[in-house]
Each structure stands twice: as C-alpha cells, then as structure tokens.
C-alpha cells in the first residue's frame, strides 16, 4: 500500500505536559491563561486538525489528570506530522510556546509525545501519561516520538526522521 494510502488510517496523537509556576489565577500565569482562547482556537481552524482534549470551558487547564493541580496535560489528534507540526513550529502558536519558561517549570522528563492513533480513537489522558513515561524510559520507539525521531505510521517503511523542530524541543527557547 502506498504511504499516501496507508496514512489515511492513522492520525497523529500528541500530548504534552507542564507544570504552572503558579496557580492558573496568580498574575505570573496570567499572560499564558489569557491566550489560551485565541491558540485554541487557531489550532481548531488549522488545516489537519481533528481534535483536542478540553473540557466544557474550552480548554483542558481545568482538567485535573493528576493530584498535582499545577500539572496541565495538552491532548490532540492530528491528521498527519506536517500539520501538527506546522501549528506548534509555524504559526501564532510558536511565539506563545516559546515564552514556556516564563509560564512553566522546566520539567525533569519527557514533556511531549507523539503517536499513531488508528483514524476515529480518541486517546485518553492515561494513554498519553502512558506514552510520555515509555518515551521517558525508553527514547524514540515506533510507540512514542518525538519531532526530533519521528517514526512513519505503521505498516509504511522507511526510518524515523527528524522534522528538525530546534531548538524548542531541546529547551534552548
């Protein structure tokens, strides 16, 4: 079968995590809290998307995944790398993501992970969480990748290849 055909069956889960510097209300937070609206919509109008995690207010910072409240977990499905990848590295989402610092500590393990989902799953936040502690572990494998490693869907050929997301994905922005 050929990738363009093969594709079609799989979609591109993506989590990634962060943990808040301060509550969502504290002013530090506030700039980050405040974009959240207008990046969330941006992402559901980017071309390739297919769906995120959120809850009835729009957005996922108020579901809590974890017990620890300043944990925010982010969830989508995506139709492809490409498209993924172009709204975290290419558009009004990428001046936002590069002030993480300001918003966010920096975290002690893997923060982002990527997947082939089979077309219509919707992951859960534990098969995410799931995906970024084998990521952890075990680096790059077919079951979770980074941009920087990323693996074709499955039952296509070819090795992982590195869509060169840098330097946000080694935590130099």
């Not at 139709?79 to 990428?94: C, K």
Request: with cysteine; proline share 9%; glycine share 6%.
């Amino acid at each position: 079968m050929a990738l363009d055909q093969q594709d079609r069956f799989w979609n591109l889960a993506q989590i990634n995590v962060g943990r808040l510097v301060a509550p969502a209300g504290d002013p530090q937070v506030a700039p980050f809290v405040a974009a959240l609206d207008r990046i969330n919509a941006l992402a559901d109008q980017a071309p390739g998307f297919v769906w995120r995690l959120q809850s009835d207010s729009g957005n996922a910072t108020d579901i809590q995944s974890t017990p620890d409240p300043l944990l925010l977990v982010n969830m989508s499905v995506w139709s492809d790398a490409e498209s993924l990848f172009e709204f975290v590295y290419r558009s009004a989402h990428t001046s936002v993501m590069t002030k993480r610092r300001d918003f966010f500590e920096r975290f002690p393990g893997a923060y982002q992970a990527l997947w082939w989902v089979e077309a219509g799953h919707v992951p859960t936040v534990d098969e995410g969480l799931a995906r970024l502690w084998r990521l952890d572990r075990y680096g790059p494998t077919r079951e979770a990748f980074t941009f920087k490693t990323r693996f074709p869907a499955p039952g296509a050929d070819g090795p992982p290849v590195d869509m060169k997301p840098d330097p946000w994905c080694l935590g130099q922005a």
